[in-house]
């Protein structure tokens, strides 16, 4: 993923295309500084596995539902951690934080990319407010996984 040119191939079809990839490119940044690791993404449909765990997780811990299509997404494994991101269709990205030992943190984490609106499904959330020279205004909440998954 590169974050000095942002592409938005693999999310044209987002009414949001362009704040969306610089939201992935925002993430990618992340993993390159914070851990020298290449962020890389795969279309959803061949990352079903991993979108579907994501879906799992959403229902069970919270009862929520993504109406919006998967686009794409990734796994990456770090320091005994899991972070599996999906980003959507409307504009939102779904990132699990996911610690393979039991004392660890669990959370899933949301982002809204600059321009769309809060999806129905996460209304009750409250999103606050980054800046990113990629992605402009990023909004984002989150909540902690209670169970195993």
Do not use: C, H
């Not at 590169?2 to 999310?11: H, I, P, Q």
Request: aromatic residues 12%; hydrophobic residues 40%; proline residues 3%.
């Amino acid at each position: 993923m590169d974050f000095t040119n942002v592409s938005t191939a693999g999310l044209e079809s987002s009414p949001v295309a362009e704040a969306l990839a610089g939201l992935r490119a925002n993430e990618a940044r992340y993993f390159k500084n914070k851990y020298d690791i290449d962020f890389t993404v795969e279309p959803a449909k061949a990352a079903k596995a991993k979108v579907d765990w994501v879906a799992k997780i959403l229902k069970e811990e919270r009862g929520i539902v993504i109406e919006s299509p998967a686009l794409e997404a990734t796994e990456i494994q770090v320091d005994g951690t899991k972070w599996v991101y999906v980003f959507y269709e409307s504009g939102l990205s779904i990132n699990v934080l996911y610690a393979l030992d039991k004392a660890g943190k669990r959370a899933v984490g949301f982002k809204l990319s600059d321009g769309m609106d809060v999806p129905e499904e996460l209304s009750s959330f409250k999103f606050a407010r980054q800046k990113s020279k990629l992605a402009g205004t990023i909004r984002g909440s989150y909540f902690v996984i209670k169970n195993e998954y």
